[in-house]
């Protein structure tokens, strides 16, 4: 079974400085994976995933990660944030369950604050 | 292009009704949809996969009998809370299968549906 960790729940940060969301994984097959923004009340944003190729994945709103094979980790980073990137943020894995056929699991999420 | 819609965006219901939620593929045809349920400040637990005319895969601890999931057709798939109770209000959220992008399937996120029980 796949899991996901992330290991901060709130992270505090003033605005236009940088932040990183950490994220760490564990699973036995092909990874894929993804991150999620969540604004109040809503569902949830595509911000970035990895499939292959490039360990460097560039998203939407300014947002990278980089998939770290030898770490097992997949960490969000934004080089300035805005007041505006205040979130909850999901790291998730997928794990083929059928053919043609994915399930993702959820690490616990990280409020990022962006403080004026 | 890719958007899932959730109906209604809200819900207050009294104990013991049942009340149901429709998540639609709005552009694509789905063949896979999920539901997930998300408690207040915490993660998305996934309750269910949902496949376009068969029965739904049940997670583990998720009763069937108390949560209906119907997918009629390849855009339309409901969840029915059944005899609701106050413990059952929480963020529903529903997510299409898009089909193979990159060698992967991809879910799109509906809005969620806010379930409040009184």
């Known amino acids: 079974a796949q899991s996901v960790t992330q290991l901060d729940s709130q992270v505090p940060v003033f605005e236009e400085a940088p932040v990183e969301l950490r994220c760490n994984y564990s699973?036995?097959?092909?990874?894929?994976l993804f991150w999620y923004v969540q604004y109040p009340n809503q569902g949830l944003q595509l911000l970035l995933k990895y499939l292959s190729g490039s360990t460097l994945v560039k998203g939407i709103n300014g947002f990278e990660a980089e998939f770290n094979k030898s770490q097992t980790s997949f960490h969000l980073r934004k080089p300035s944030v805005h007041i505006s990137d205040t979130a909850e943020y999901f790291c998730?894995?997928?794990?083929?369950?059928?053919?043609?056929?994915?399930?993702?699991?959820f690490g616990k999420g990280t409020k990022l604050s962006v403080i004026p | 292009g890719a958007v899932v819609s959730q109906h209604p965006s809200w819900v207050i219901c009294k104990s013991g009704t049942s009340v149901k939620i429709e998540c639609r593929s709005l552009?694509?045809?789905?063949?896979?949809m999920f539901w997930y349920r998300q408690f207040p400040k915490q993660s998305l637990m996934l309750m269910a996969t949902?496949?376009?005319?068969?029965?739904?895969?049940?997670e583990q601890g998720v009763e069937k009998d108390k949560f209906l999931i119907n997918h009629a057709s390849l855009t339309l798939s409901t969840l029915t809370v059944t005899s609701a109770h106050p413990e059952d209000s929480s963020f529903y959220i529903c997510?299409?299968?898009?089909?193979?992008?990159?060698?992967?399937?991809?879910?799109?996120f509906g809005p969620g549906t806010r379930l409040t029980v009184l």
């Open positions: 949902s496949n376009e005319g068969s029965k739904a895969t049940y």
């Open positions: 699973s036995s097959v092909s990874v894929y």
């Open positions: 998730a894995v997928s794990e083929r369950i059928e053919a043609g056929s994915y399930q993702l699991t």
């Open positions: 552009d694509f045809q789905a063949t896979t």
């Open positions: 997510s299409a299968d898009t089909g193979t992008s990159g060698g992967h399937n991809e879910q799109f």
